[in-house]
DNA sequence: AGTCAGCGCGCG
DNA sequence: AAAGCGCGCGCTGACT
């Protein structure tokens, strides 16, 4: 008799790595016809699997059969396996020793089954084809021999998160369409513009456009840079057509490539049309740069994430979703980017990219004009849209640096730390990479013996500050280290700063508007973590860091604080009358806070004391318990408090702020009832995970919708500020330098400084909330500014 | 040469 | 019963 696939190749006495030992059915084959057209790989046998004896059974072989009758199919159609044949270990990742030792098992599967397509689920299963990065590479199709592979995510990442089950089905659908030989919606007109009279057919449709799409492909992310080129920039002025213009691209037909560019963005800058753009930011500044100014007036990643902040961002995630299209292809930059690629080639993913933003910007548009978004479109509009353009100057203006100052301090710090390299080596006894925490724990708890006092998640010996500062009296090598660590941080912030200096002595940093969750901006890299940039918003404090940032001569540096906003924004959700009452009569908060929990007059209150009130505030207001309040008093404030201690504090803290838990327990019912919290302007964070079978995740949920709202709502407040100011301000007296959170930094010539520090204060602290949102704070917003001539150094006025 | 997770830490 | 929230980056060490 013949005998099956299986039990040719099984070998149920397999011992090659460690998983038989625990798993039920030892090399678990795959099941299905052989030879098949069709097959899946997923990871591993689960927990139901390696009982039955079968691939994909349980709640995620449930939903495999559900999506694969959606798209037509059945799981009969499939050879079904997996890439490692025994269960793993309970809650432990797959190894690559096991997946190396089974992976000969999976071959002659697939040697049997001849597969023509091989649907391979999750990042595990992508190592069939020795890739890795599932979201990087899911719905690209790969090959394998003479199969052609697509990858998509794991089942049970859409069992475990919701937020993954739109891609998984537009993964499903794709690769459908692959098997079935069709292709995905309807394919773009690009036209190669290499003449003058394409070049001014592309000119009048962009003027004569309702809405022009535009997209440019660069060879590089810092367009201030030596050598920065524009390769190509593809307008569409209508969907399903591209224009495709080659700039800098070396195939590209003109004598003078800039006037080609002069006349696209004097276009651009002129139509009538909406000027759409996905990450605008990003094209504008190239633009600027080597064109004329253009402003977008829709960003399709900004109205992908004022609707719903959790999900992908990108052109390529949300184009596949929404527009039901293929992947398509990308520039590739191991090669050498857009400059190197082959013009044709490249103008049809760049032709791609323009074309999709486009019709991605006519469903945000209908989508954001249903009822229901009135208040997420005047956000987007009033506050998102304005942001995008007034961050596109704010980096291209960037940050200056005094470059005697860091020069100054940089070989200081290089003299300390050689020095307490010595010392450390000579007390441990050895050469040791203190940038290593394996290695300084090694002669830590290994070699000296000091006591352990906290794990890591990942079992070892944690070294970090608390614990060296708690350690800090038992070794003279401890206190040593933590000035190390202290230098050699600053050290690297530095160092960075002077890699990405420009011509001007300035840092330009890089601001993601759709780049947290409650609408507050990140900052650092370019989208895709790409690129290099400065990271505005970890500046450390220290003034010998921080003060090496400011203004050139001839200016002054201001810095303009909401002060305490968060709080006064809580005091404003809570309705609590005693917090409003305090910031009405402008008093100091945190000092009351003290005197309340102490019980002394505030002449009393020692500095500590209110260092302690203030890490309350903050603490207890978004849900901290007691017990992470001593850790925090003690970590953050070097003061010792016991458990009872802290237990009295908080519940003290409650009983004098009466509003702050009725408030918590309204937004509980909310986030319970809606599955989402919205802040006093309507942006709204959506936390489907408040309906987590696991409680701890539900109460995260329920501190997140406390949390949000508030701020977000500071994170708005700055953001109209911003606005607000860009377009009063003349660049020739004030520029704005950089915003980090509750904060705006200006460049202000001196003659100018009254005038418009006078003038900031007033914008920021009559904030139009009324006029624009209909909405009004109980609380005062008060603004500190400094000035001077560094960051950190200014005198208060 | 690139990618990834873990750790530790910078900021609000 | 137990519970702050929101980020990005550099480095190591392990891997392809």
Sequence with gaps: MKKTLAERVRNQNCKECELHLSANSVCLMGRGPV??????????????DDETGRPMVGRVGSLLDESLAAIGFNRRDFYITNLVKCRPMEKQKILKIQEKACRHYLDDEIEAVKPEFILTMGNTALSVVKKSGIMKHRGNVLPLGDAQVFPTIHPAAVLRNPRNEMLWKTDLEAFARLVKGESGATPTRTYLVNNQKTLNLCLDAILKSKAVAYDLETNGFEEYVPGAKIATISVSPKPGVAFVVPIH????????????????????????AKRVAHNAKFDDRWLHQFGKPVYADFDTMLAAHIMDENRLKGLKPLAQMLLGVDAWANVDLA????????????????????DYTLRLYYKFKEQLTVEGNERSLRIFTKIMMPASRCLTD???????????????????????????????????????????SQQMSAILFGKLKLPVIEMTDGGAFSTKESVLLRLRDKHEIVPLILEWRGYAKNRGFLEGWGELLDGNSRLHANYKLAGTVTGRLSSGKEEGNRGRGLNMQQVPRDPLIRSILGAPPGWRFVEADFSQIELRIAAHYSGDQTLQRLYQLGEDVHMQMAVSMTGKPASEVTKEERKKAKAVNFGFLYGMGAKKFVEYARDSYDVEVSLEEAKIVRDRYFEKFAGILPWHQRQRRIVHNYKRVQSLIGRVRHLTDIDSE???????AERQAINSPVQSLASDLMLLSLVTLHDEMDPEEALIVGTVHDSILFQIREDTTDKWTSRIKEVMENLPLKKKFGVELEVPIVVDIKVGQHWSEGEEI
Excluded at 35 to 48: E, K, S, T
Excluded at 258 to 272: K, Q
Excluded at 401 to 422: C, G, H, P, S, Y
């Design 394 to 436: 704010i980096e291209r203006t960037g940050m200056w640096l005094d470059q005697e100052r860091m020069a100054e301090r940089l070989i200081e710090i290089n003299r300390r730390l050689e020095k307490l390299t010595t010392r450390l080596t000579k007390l441990a006894g050895e050469e040791v990479n203190w940038n290593s």
């Design 249 to 272: 691209h070396p195939e590209a037909p003109w004598k003078q490539p800039e006037r080609v560019l002069g006349a696209i963005t004097t276009a651009l800058a002129y139509t009538p």
């Design 35 to 48: 030879p098949c057209r069709l097959m899946i790989v997923v990871d591993a046998p689960g927990f139901q």
């Design 694 to 700: 696991d409680e701890d995740v539900q109460a995260e």
């Design 335 to 354: 090669k050498g980017g857009a400059m190197v690629e082959d013009l044709k080639k490249l103008a049809k993913y760049n032709g791609k990219d323009s």
